[in-house]
């Protein structure tokens, strides 16, 4: 009886508590234990005023007893009534003043509330109760949460996601007033992208070269034949794009259609984290080959990058070559690559030295000019004469860098590995070029390295056994890239450290005994030129320094690298020599090997 007693008062006690401080609360078991003993001490009272009324009922003379059991009675309900009052008439005010209390009284969850200066916003969390990423509503939003860790998310179409960590405490309020970043048109954001074409599956496409490609194989059989065909995957930060033949479960979905800013496609909302998914297929021009398009994303926008892919994508119709399986192979070993050529080809090596070495890929007793492989340790030369930078493609899984000489209608493409591919466009033999690019492959591990620079913003590619790092020294004395092996340093400073003292370290340099030579050098997308300058003494010439500069050094020196500007010096790098325009092997490899690191600058990827 009493147990049933203590549990109802128990739950009116947390129902006035809840009610009280608009929260959640938990009862310790010291709180518990001394309201136990309030409702002992009431049951008590009760019964001793039972007692009390009991004898007075027997019409007995009031005697001590009776009145002495009245006031127990009374003692006991008024310490009770009087405890009871005071914690919750007074509770308000000893909970927010006594820690001791506070300890006692515990809420357990808080509130969350949001504002966007844009309504609508879809707000997602995930800690506490939610164990992924989850929509708890859209802005205004006020919500009674579980004190916790949490991961906060929101997300409005054409805004950039918001995000950050927050910890709710219990009996208080995380409170965020977020003013949305409005986005950028998507497809402006994106200045650098990727063509892939693989020949022998018969598809093209272009995507943004910050996306993750990826090349599935797939095998199957049957009694009557056998399938083999390949599955392309693009991933982005909000978009994925699937090429595929196969069968995929998203093929079994029913397909309607739904519009975005005007355009209409077929397919179908909120598939697993994708808000879209839309579907197309690309055929061949004679029907022979078609591929299936899905593509997945979370926002709106992101069909802006999905519409320019699909323009892009190119389905050729493809024939079994099988005279390719009676191809010759031909393996250089000792710089890297393979590939196959018609039977009645031939290949031809042409030069060959330590650092360099070219071979030529051409029609038996043909005139026509040969496809040609080149490995060259340095720079490669012939790279500055190729004026316009293309795109990034791939050759049989490879990437490579695409450029093209409009005078001359000639493709270089460079590769991993200091491995260099020329080719000139002929229209009767384009076919064949392209089978045979799509055998090349390389065997060598590359023994270079990309290096980043995230703090000012450039990556360069160095041979495996250089390193790069932060010193002070050298001309100017101040903090600056070194780029060394030990002995020679390339020292890449920042312009806007240097351009004040510029003035006076150019004048130092226009000395008249000094002999100069210059030579073009492609750094990224642009010509620059690498100045020599040897001072003459004892009947030799010793190479002072090296500083790579737009033009003269009448011109600002620096080069252009993204949006900033640098300079770049070399010292007293090779060995004296009696003439600077018929140098040494060795020292022109040195030298060469210079213009190979300082040409691989570029901006650093994200």
């Not at 506070?102 to 808080?110: A, C, L, N, Q």
């Not at 799509?438 to 250089?466: A, C, L």
């Amino acid at each position: 009886m009493n147990a049933k007693k203590h549990d109802k008062i128990n739950a009116k006690v947390e129902k006035a508590l809840h009610d009280s401080y608009r929260a959640d609360v938990a009862m310790d078991k010291t709180f518990k234990k001394n309201l136990d003993k309030l409702i002992d001490n009431s049951i008590q009272a009760q019964k001793l005023q039972d007692q009390a009324v009991a004898l007075k009922q027997t019409k007995k003379p009031r005697n001590k007893g009776y009145f002495s059991l009245l006031f127990r009675s009374f003692k006991l309900q008024g310490a009770f009534l009087g405890s009871f009052l005071v914690l919750l008439i007074f509770g308000g005010i000893a909970f927010a003043s006594v820690p001791q209390l506070r300890e006692i009284i515990k809420p357990t969850s808080g509130t969350l509330t949001v504002q966007t200066q844009v309504e609508g916003a879809e707000v997602f969390l995930e800690g506490g109760d939610y164990s992924t990423q989850t929509s708890i509503g859209i802005t205004p939003l006020e919500k009674k949460l579980k004190a916790g860790q949490f991961t906060m998310v929101i997300r409005l179409d054409s805004y950039e996601d918001y995000k950050t960590n927050f910890t709710l405490e219990a009996g208080k309020s995380a409170n965020f007033d977020i003013a949305l970043k409005k986005e950028d048109q998507v497809i402006e954001r994106i200045t650098e992208w990727k063509t892939y074409k693989d020949v022998q599956e018969g598809i093209e496409f272009t995507y943004p070269l910050s996306w993750e490609f990826k090349k599935q194989d797939y095998h199957s059989t049957s009694e009557d034949d056998s399938i083999a065909y390949s599955s392309y995957f693009l991933t982005g930060n909000k978009s994925e794009l699937l090429i595929y033949k196969h069968h995929s479960v998203i093929d079994d979905f029913e397909s309607e259609e739904f519009s975005i800013d005007e355009n209409t496609y077929l397919g179908f909302r909120d598939y697993k984290e994708w808000s879209y998914v839309s579907k197309d297929t690309i055929t061949s021009e004679q029907g022979t080959n078609s591929y299936k398009i899905a593509f997945f994303t979370k926002k709106k926008n992101e069909f802006e990058i999905y519409d320019f892919i699909l323009e892009g994508i190119k389905v050729y119709d493809v024939q079994k070559d099988d005279t390719q399986e009676n191809w010759t192979q031909f393996k250089q070993v000792e710089f890297g690559f393979t590939l196959k050529y018609p039977q009645d080809w031939i290949i031809v090596e042409e030069e060959k030295t330590d650092y360099y070495v070219e071979y030529e890929v051409k029609p038996f007793d043909n005139d026509t000019e040969p496809l040609r492989i080149i490995y060259a340790e340095g720079y490669f030369e012939e790279y500055t004469s190729f004026t316009t930078l293309k795109d990034t493609v791939t050759i049989n899984g490879i990437d490579a860098t695409h450029f093209y000489d409009e005078e001359t209608d000639r493709h270089l493409y460079v590769l991993p590995c200091r491995l260099f591919i020329v080719y000139s466009y002929n229209e009767e033999l384009d076919d064949t070029f392209s089978s045979i690019l799509n055998t090349f492959t390389i065997t060598k591990e590359d023994i270079w390295q990309t290096v980043s620079d995230y703090t000012w913003g450039f990556e360069i590619s160095t041979p495996s056994d250089w390193t790069y790092e932060m010193k002070v020294d050298g001309d100017f004395e101040i903090e600056h890239g070194s780029v060394t092996n030990g002995t020679e340093i390339i020292r890449i400073y920042n312009w806007d450290d240097v351009q004040d003292t510029w003035d006076s370290y150019h004048e130092s340099l226009l000395i008249s005994e000094a002999t100069n030579r210059v030579r073009e050098v492609r750094i990224g997308e642009s010509i620059y030129a690498r100045y020599e300058e040897w001072s003459f003494e004892n009947n030799n010439y010793f190479l002072e320094r090296i500083i790579y500069i737009k033009d003269t050094l009448e011109t600002d020196p620096y080069i252009s690298i993204g949006e900033k500007n640098f300079v770049i010096i070399i010292e007293n790098t090779i060995e004296p020599v009696i003439n600077p325009e018929s140098l040494p092997e060795s020292s022109e490899q040195t030298l060469l090997l210079f213009d190979a690191i300082v040409s691989s600058l570029k901006p650093a990827s994200d």
